[in-house]
């Protein structure tokens, strides 16, 4: 049994006590402190559900060499998440079952959960769609993120079978504007589930705000490194974006358009940086970044709650929140301010341009099903531990 009391609850917008029993959310309010019990005084934190990242690269099958398994479940579960999509760019590409299983297996005594999607086409190679019926009995998200589907013919027979069979695709839209506008009208055309991702561009976000207003069945999200900064010369793809560009992210979260954060956590050695690999690796420090961009522009904690958690969670099928019943997938943070270490990280790259760079929130405690899986020292906890 654990206990996490005078928490400050984002969602419930109060301060209350939570117990924990059996990996779930028991109650919630006023109930007798057992003695037995492990108490977390979660006094003037925050405390949300744990977050969910949209687009992860686990980096395996095939490129230990950037980050492990287990660096990235340290490294996720030390930023808040317990749960991630883990696209499918890796080497072999994950576009057979034979590889999604290796990942599984890869993964299964991890506290993290990770979602592996499947590849839209076989090897990335742009033409050929890999077995969909087959590979929807194990994965319901498909990308070839990393590249773009050039051939819009391609892309359609991909969209009407996302269509038949329900599953997700993620898109990488390159150039992003063009592409984005191309496949939201493949959308109108064929339907399909299709998700954007890392959207960075002010023509992007007015097409695709369009396109919801007119009742277009189209999502997306945007990344921590595209908010946090403008104008900055560090391989990225999409480029880190301008302040205009900045502005109309912000106020398309503002109006709700927005439905999730993908870190886009993509590690890289430094010889694969200077031979020009596009990315960036915030998984560690996303919550910071995000949580101080969000301050600085008066957008709410529950929003951050909603575009990091609840609908990133509810993408891979959870259905995540601090309510009696629920899974007590948890994440406690303070408000301080602090600076990027990047030798702190746990993830062995330390491919980021923002190290010395000033955020705001520190991840002090997860909690998965139940489970302390990460503890930073700096809460007050007494019980059996
Ligand atoms: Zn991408």
Not at 241 to 254: F, G, P
Not at 298 to 304: F, P, Q, R, Y
Request: aromatic share 8%; hydrophobic share 35%; glycine share 8%.
């Amino acid at each position: 049994m654990l206990i996490i009391k005078n928490a400050f609850v984002v969602e419930l917008d109060k301060v209350t006590n939570i117990l924990i029993d059996d990996g779930k959310i028991k109650r919630i309010g006023d109930f007798s402190l057992e003695e037995s019990s492990k108490v977390v005084d979660a006094k003037g934190m925050f405390v949300m559900p744990s977050f969910s990242d949209s687009h992860f690269h686990l980096r395996n099958p095939g490129q230990e060499y950037k980050q492990t398994y287990k660096e990235a479940n340290d490294a996720c579960l030390k930023g808040g998440y317990t749960d991630v999509v883990a696209l499918a760019n890796t080497n072999p590409v994950v576009d057979s079952v034979e590889v999604l299983n290796e990942v599984k297996s890869g993964t299964r005594e991890l506290a993290l959960d990770v979602y592996q999607v499947a590849s839209v086409t076989k090897g990335l190679n742009g033409k050929d769609l890999v077995d969909f019926d087959e590979l929807v009995k194990h994965t319901m998200i498909f990308s070839d993120d990393g590249k773009n589907v050039d051939d819009a013919n391609v892309m359609r027979e991909a969209l009407k079978k996302s269509e038949e069979l329900g599953f997700i695709i993620m898109d990488h839209s390159e150039p992003e504007s063009e592409m984005v506008i191309r496949n939201i009208e493949l959308v109108k055309e064929a339907g399909g589930n299709l998700h954007f991702c890392h959207v960075s561009k002010k023509e992007s976000i007015e097409a695709l705000i369009k396109a919801k207003d007119e009742g277009v069945k189209v999502t997306f999200e945007v990344t921590p490194h595209h908010l946090f900064s403008t104008d900055l010369d560090y391989r990225v793809n999409p480029p880190i974006a301008t302040k205009a560009d900045v502005a109309s992210q912000i106020e398309a979260i503002k109006g709700g358009y927005v439905d999730s954060i993908g870190t886009d956590h993509a590690p890289h050695t430094e010889e694969d940086k200077k031979n020009g690999s596009p990315g960036i690796i915030n998984i560690e420090t996303a919550y910071s970044m995000i949580r101080k961009v969000f301050y600085e522009n008066g957008v709410d904690m529950k929003t951050l709650v909603k575009l990091m958690s609840k609908w990133p969670a509810k993408l891979v099928g959870k259905e995540r929140g601090i309510f009696e019943g629920a899974v007590a997938d948890i994440v406690i943070a303070s408000d301080e301010e602090y600076k990027i270490d990047k030798y702190s990280f746990v993830t062995r790259s330390k491919n980021t341009p923002f190290h010395g760079r000033d955020v705001k929130g520190k991840v002090l405690m997860t909690i998965a099903k139940g489970e302390i899986v990460y503890d930073n020292g700096e809460l007050e906890t007494k019980g059996d531990r």
